[in-house]
């Protein structure tokens, strides 16, 4: 817990810090007198005043600002009138407003970068048997098929400048939620692979139809709905747990799963699919179950218990089940990781337009707005991974805010820069009634916004999404 809240802190300082610093050296490049530049609102925890800045602290951290010398706040000296915001030309009025998200973007390729170039241990997209009769199955995808390349289905020719090698389970969960996202299919390029370090065999070109899946359906569960189960694993037992259903059968750690009742696992996920399938009318149905140890196939009777799992109760042997997931790292030099952290950046840009344009029409889930509580818990998880997937979960946020604050709502800056652009157009700036009118309504859009979000983490961390 300690740790989330930490990761919490830290993610929205170091977002709000470079955001509001991107309007403050902006201010400062032209000319106009900041008079405090604040990380939080509220009461003031810690003041410093350097040069005619003071900067401070405040209480309630969600969020800051950086005030300016402007007439419409109050008086201003007349031998620093030439310093005020609002008597800037429009241009220089427009760059201030719009170099807070920009310092966001520009700090997400920075992060992207830094990843790209220290490199990260990934899943790889080496599968297990997909679920019967999903999109991922028909497709003809099967348990110990990786994933290296794909393209749009249709797509003329078939030369290599036109694949996208995937690289990882991330890279290939980031290209699948583009293309669900427009109703694209997919032409996907598969080895079979009995070990995942093996040399490259046969391929297979398969056709997955990612147009079955409507754009309500993107979601963190995308991969589920398509049928892909995780990554490869072997149908072994890992740890045996004390005085469980595995223990007393006589099962020990690292054994291999032959056969249940007949029936040989492809992999781990199709070995728990039989665990959990070993039951009627509530009641756990004893399994006979054919293992390898040291060599030597073994007979052994194992009689599950039935446990809770997830909100429903299901046959258990008390036995943590498969080998560990094969990982590659990924990792770019110097041009062409600054290069991808760009098209990275744009990707992540688009694609969060795309989702928020979805939702607002309706043909995307509204359960993929999320608030704090979820930034607070991806935050926490990422720092325990390490620091590079937390500096890609950061660069992520930075984009998303960066994003965010250019939508055309008064509240934010994007808002503002709607009206600069009124005013561009007209030669008059937008009155002051209409300005107090748009502004509440911003308010209530965010309000409206900020209220869907939270209840979207609530839901998220009780489980019932």
């Known amino acids: 817990m300690l740790i989330t809240v930490l990761a919490f802190i830290l993610t929205i300082g170091v977002l709000v810090v470079i955001h509001e610093y991107g309007h403050y050296r902006a201010a400062v490049a032209c000319d106009v007198k900041v008079l405090r530049f604040s990380v939080g609102f509220g ?6 005043v350097r040069g ?7 209480a309630l951290p969600l969020g800051g600002y950086v005030k300016m010398l402007d007439e419409r706040e109050g008086a201003v000296d007349p031998a620093e009138l030439h310093r005020a915001f609002n008597r800037k030309p429009l241009p220089q009025r427009a760059f201030v407003v719009a170099a807070g998200p920009l310092a966001n973007l520009a700090l997400a390729v920075l992060l992207y970068a830094c990843v790209n170039w220290a490199g990260v241990s990934e899943l790889r997209p080496w599968f297990a048997q997909p679920k019967a009769d999903s999109l991922a199955a028909q497709a003809g995808l099967q348990s ?6 794909l393209k749009p289905d249709g797509a003329d020719g078939g030369d290599a400048t036109e694949w996208y090698a995937v690289r990882s389970m991330n890279d290939l969960q980031w290209r699948l939620t583009q293309h669900a996202l427009k109703g694209q299919d997919l032409v996907l390029r598969v080895q079979s692979k009995v070990k995942a370090d093996e040399p490259a065999g046969g391929e297979r070109l398969l056709h997955l ?6 754009a309500s359906e993107v979601d963190g569960e995308l991969m589920s709905r398509i049928g892909l189960t ?11 747990l004390d005085g469980g259903a595995a223990q007393k059968a006589g099962l020990r750690n690292g054994d291999r799963v032959l056969d249940v009742n007949g029936q040989a696992p492809t992999d781990v996920s199709h070995l728990l699919r ?21 060599g030597q196939v073994l007979q052994l009777h194992v009689l599950p218990v039935m446990k809770q799992v997830e909100g429903q109760m299901l046959p258990r042997i008390d036995a943590a089940l498969g080998g560990p997931a094969a990982t590659v790292t990924v990792r770019y030099g110097l041009l062409d990781g600054m290069q991808r952290a760009l098209v990275k950046t744009w990707d992540v840009s688009v694609l969060s337009l795309n989702m928020l344009g979805k939702m607002l029409v309706g043909q995307a889930s509204l359960k993929n707005l999320s608030g704090p509580l979820t930034i607070a818990d991806y935050a926490g998880q990422s720092v325990r991974l390490g620091w590079a997937y937390y500096v890609g979960f950061l660069a992520l946020v930075s984009v998303s805010l960066g994003v965010l604050n250019l939508l055309p709502l008064p509240v934010l800056d994007g808002g503002h820069l709607m009206y600069y652009l009124f005013e561009g157009v007209t030669g008059r700036p937008v009155s002051e009634r209409w300005l107090e009118r748009l502004q509440r309504g911003g308010v209530a859009i965010m309000l409206v916004m900020m209220s869907l979000a939270l209840y979207n983490d609530l ?7």
């Open 209 to 214: 139809k990612l147009s079955q899946i409507s």
């Open 43 to 48: 009461r003031v925890l810690w003041s410093r």
């Open 274 to 294: 039989i665990i959990r399938q070993s039951q009627d009318k509530g009641q756990a149905l004893p399994m006979d179950m054919r293992i390898e140890r040291s």
């Open 459 to 465: 839901a998220r961390l009780m489980g019932a999404h």
């Open 230 to 240: 995780g990554p490869y694993g072997e149908p072994i037992i890992r740890t045996v």
């Open 52 to 58: 005619e800045t003071e900067f401070v602290v405040s």
């Open 144 to 149: 110990r098929d990786e994933i290296i390349a």
